[in-house]
């Protein structure tokens, strides 16, 4: 609620400056002016839209199937670890927009470079906090499980993964609110089509409405992807004390 | 037939339902956690190990489960079930599949392990809430569903840790005496770790008392009283201040 009215006062605020003010709306359009972009531009916009979630959903699957994969490695065998730490953290240390063109230019125009790099973005959040997870079990329930003999499988199986599940969604959140990143800077360096086209095809024409309005849809993609996660989290992990209703 | 296991050899299993503990020694870097622990349990027989915090009590029902191997001495255990000190319950499955845990984890399948568990829920006081996740269960229920699971391993001997710690006092009066209850129609081997000796003199037919780190046994206590016995009972009272008194506990 409160964020909803802090929301609305700061849009009041922006059309009041940009009515009253006189400021040129080539530079800064008014809410209610990117809005009516949004409305007359919608068949311009809405298959840009289409492309980008779906760069995005394939970029963040892949993420999830190559983290899970890599922190359940780490978490199982002490080699893998060795081998695998310094490639997790470096995946968090390259810089998106300066090897997005380098991408581009090995993997072409299609799809392919924009899920690497959606996956790029969204690697390490999902990694780390799985392996964390993984990591962090009750003791108590690890010491009971050594003492009925549970192999190796058993225990990943029926404690540590499902035990995981929270952190693993926690990772999986992060990882969605910033995989449109990935996906706008990938679009940048070379497509004719998606949200980050739209928005650059915008700028170069100076319909800095429609640029807005671009914005405002890669932001509300982010927002209902992290929903979608939650909501997903609260059925599969309902059984965190945080995800109780009335928590914190 | 016994299997002797000297430190560091292999697991300690035995079959016949008793734990021999002899001149066991533990330490943990630099620390002394047991320092020349004898002690022994017959078969259905319930002993209580009792001392104060950091007498190495947990250590040696690790000790006994296998869990760790002792520096010197030897354990000679049957095939033991562990209750560690905080349950160990698994709070993404419900009460029936917390209770099944050991069953699945012996290979038992989904359908036949919650229907072994099943059929002792009502005796435990638990029916009603097969399908209960932790928070909706009491304390008292807790331990009621991790004593289930410990005693659905189907091993002869039993490890509880503290079972009643993190209860409160009136809710421990009545799980003692559950327990008790439950004993006499399950009869197993019991090693009872607490830090009560009171609970020691009502549950136990002898009464390990440790020193204070490093845990040497300080006095072994019979208590040849019937059951079921009665906290107000005044062999209960003198036992429990002898036992206080051999602890070093001025009253």
């Not at chain 1, 790099?117 to 993984?134: H, Q, R, S, T």
Request: charged letters at 20%.
């Amino acid at each position: 609620m409160t964020a909803a009215l802090i929301v609305l006062v700061l849009l009041a605020g922006w059309e009041a400056l940009v009515r009253l003010g006189g400021i040129d709306d080539l530079l800064l359009p008014a809410p209610t002016q990117v809005l009516d972009a949004l409305w007359t531009d919608r068949d311009l916009l809405a298959p840009d839209l289409a492309v980008t979630t779906w760069e995005v959903l394939l970029g963040l699957a892949a993420a999830i199937a190559a983290g899970g994969a890599v922190a359940i490695a780490m978490h199982v065998s002490s080699e893998a670890r060795r081998a695998l730490r310094p490639l997790v953290i470096g995946s968090q240390a390259v810089p998106v927009p300066v090897i997005a063109p380098l991408v581009v230019l090995v993997l072409g125009f299609g799809l392919a470079p924009k899920i690497l790099l959606v996956a790029l973005v969204c690697f390490f959040p999902v990694a780390i906090n799985l392996y964390d997870g993984l990591r962090d079990t009750d003791p108590d329930a690890r010491k009971l499980l050594r003492s009925l003999d549970a192999s190796r499988w058993q225990t990943l199986r029926m404690l540590e993964l499902p035990g995981a599940l929270p952190s693993a969604f926690t990772g999986i959140k992060i990882a969605a609110a910033v995989a449109v990143i990935g996906a706008v800077f990938a679009e940048w360096s070379g497509s004719d089509s998606g949200l980050g086209h739209a928005l650059l095809i915008a700028n170069g024409q100076l319909a800095t409405a429609r640029a807005f309005a671009a914005t405002f849809l890669l932001f509300l993609l982010a927002v209902c992807l992290y929903g979608a996660f939650a909501l997903l989290e609260r059925r599969v992990a309902g059984w965190t004390p945080r995800s109780t209703p009335g928590g914190p | 037939m016994k299997t002797e296991v000297e430190a560091p050899g292999v697991e300690p299993r035995d079959v016949s339902g008793g734990v021999t503990i002899a001149g066991v020694e533990k330490s943990f870097g630099p620390v002394r956690a047991l320092d020349g622990v004898s002690l022994r349990a017959e078969p259905r027989e319930v002993v209580a190990v009792a001392g104060p915090s950091g007498c190495g009590k947990s250590t040696l029902l690790e000790l006994v489960c296998g869990l760790q191997r002792p520096d010197a001495g030897a354990v000679t255990a049957a095939p033991a079930a562990l209750m560690p000190q905080r349950d160990g319950l698994l709070p993404w499955l419900s009460a029936l599949d917390n209770a099944a845990l050991a069953l699945r984890v012996a290979g038992v399948g989904r359908a036949a392990a919650r229907a072994a568990a099943r059929e002792h829920f009502a005796a435990f006081g638990l029916e009603g809430f097969e399908r209960a996740r932790l928070r909706e269960l009491s304390g008292g229920m807790r331990q009621r569903v991790a004593f289930l699971r410990t005693l659905l391993a189907g091993r002869p001997l039993l490890c509880l840790d503290e079972p009643f710690g993190a209860l409160d006092a009136l809710t421990r009066l009545t799980m003692q005496r559950w327990l008790a209850d439950a004993l006499e129609r399950e009869p197993r081997t019991v090693l009872l770790v607490t830090h009560d000796v009171e609970e020691a003199a009502l549950l136990a037919d002898r009464i390990v008392l440790l020193s204070p780190r490093p845990g040497r046994v300080v006095e072994t206590l019979d208590v040849p009283l019937r059951r079921p016995r009665h906290r107000s009972d005044p062999a209960i009272v003198a036992l429990r201040e002898r036992a206080l008194a051999a602890l070093g506990a001025d009253s």
